[in-house]
């Protein structure tokens, strides 16, 4: 694994985190007002995260990951690069 593939990695996550920490902040003011909003995106941030972490794992199993395997983990369809 190169330096790339690494700040691939760490950019993605970070958007990843902050895409799905967005999304959770009208849904859990409405469902759960006892939990603090920043604690409903931080658990939807993390969670989000480590799904895909755990496939990021299971790719690298082989010792190698690749470009296609960060795309794959993250949902990126090879034809959307293009």
Known sequence: MNLSI?????????????????????????LA??????????IAGVSACIVVLQKLAAASLDGNLSKEDVDNAFGIKPESRK
């Open 6 to 30: 690494i700040k691939d990695v760490v950019g993605r996550m970070i958007a990843l985190f902050l895409t799905s920490a967005a999304g959770v902040v009208t849904g859990a003011a409405a």
């Open 33 to 42: 007002p006892e939990l603090s909003i920043a604690k409903s995106c931080a």
